[in-house]
């Protein structure tokens, strides 16, 4: 199934990146790439400058129109095969709502924001 993973490339926003090095960010972005195609699973990794959740690097979205936004925080590159397990989850779901309890172990904690989704009206 597809789905799709929006990453903040420029956490960590308050570190200090040896010059050369790619950020903490990015570094997740080259992991859930890595992990996009699994058995089964399809999903994109878009890449943006901030999701807003920059005191606690590294952070990833799943956004979709008419569907809630989950952001996560406190990401490491070890974190994307749960990540894309997830997005491939939230893609089958007919509103993204999906619950701490039916996400990876490993994510529950890292959950930072979740907002509902619009309804038309
Ligand atoms: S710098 Fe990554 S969320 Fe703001």
Redesign the pocket.
């Known amino acids: 199934m597809s789905g799709r993973i929006i990453v ?1 490339l ?2 960590d ?1 308050y570190g200090s990146p040896r010059a050369g090095e790619p950020t903490p ?1 990015r570094r997740l972005a080259v992991a859930l790439l890595a992990n996009a195609h699994q058995p089964g699973h399809q999903v994109t990794v878009r890449t943006v ?6 005191p606690h ?3 990833a979205a799943l956004r979709t129109p008419g569907k809630c936004v989950i952001r996560f925080s406190g990401l490491t590159p070890d974190d994307a095969p749960a990540l894309i397990e997830t997005a491939a989850r939230y893609a089958t779901s007919a509103d993204g709502d999906i619950p701490a309890e039916a996400m990876p172990a490993s994510l529950r904690d890292k959950i930072s924001l979740r907002i509902g989704p619009i309804n038309a009206g």
């Open positions: 903040c420029t956490c926003r960010g400058e901030c999701l807003n959740g920059c690097p590294c952070t």
